[in-house]
């Protein structure tokens, strides 16, 4: 029983690493390509997909990826993105406890997506999640 439970517990170690190894090779891969990009419309796309990858692993991180998203999809003015960002910071400030910031990211959010006419019922829980 007991060798049992360290073998599993091996091979749940093992899956975890390469996930993590995965992860990272993921976030440098993306790294490199908004170093090569010259064109600002498709940095803006990169950050909030780094923004993305940092979210579990490190969430200051993410957060600040998603502002600089949000900063150049405003400037770029695509918008679907830039609700994208702010849902990502409001999910940032949720693992923070900042319930407050996160409702108004979510709001934020919510706004881009009924601005936009898209399928913007998906959205609206995130406004609704810390009520």
């Excluded at 990009?37 to 692993?57: G, M, N, Q, R, W």
């Excluded at 993410?62 to 998203?69: C, M, R, T, V, W």
């Excluded at 695509?78 to 400030?93: H, Q, R, T």
């Excluded at 979510?106 to 999640?129: A, V």
């Amino acid at each position: 029983m007991v060798k049992k439970s360290i073998v599993l517990f091996l091979v749940l170690f093992c899956i975890f690493i390469d996930t993590v190894n995965s992860q990272n090779e993921e976030i440098n891969n993306l790294k490199q390509k908004l170093s090569e990009t010259p064109d600002d419309s498709v940095k803006c796309f990169i950050l909030k997909d780094i923004a993305s990858a940092y979210i579990y692993e490190n969430p200051d991180s993410a957060f600040y990826y998603a502002d600089k998203a949000l900063i150049c999809s405003e400037k770029q003015k695509y918008y679907e993105n830039a609700g994208d960002s702010y849902k990502l910071k409001g999910i940032v400030s949720i693992m923070r406890g900042d319930n407050k910031n996160a409702e108004k990211y979510f709001k934020l959010s919510y706004k881009y997506f009924k601005m936009l006419d898209k399928d913007y019922d998906k959205y609206r829980h995130l406004q609704y999640l810390l009520i």
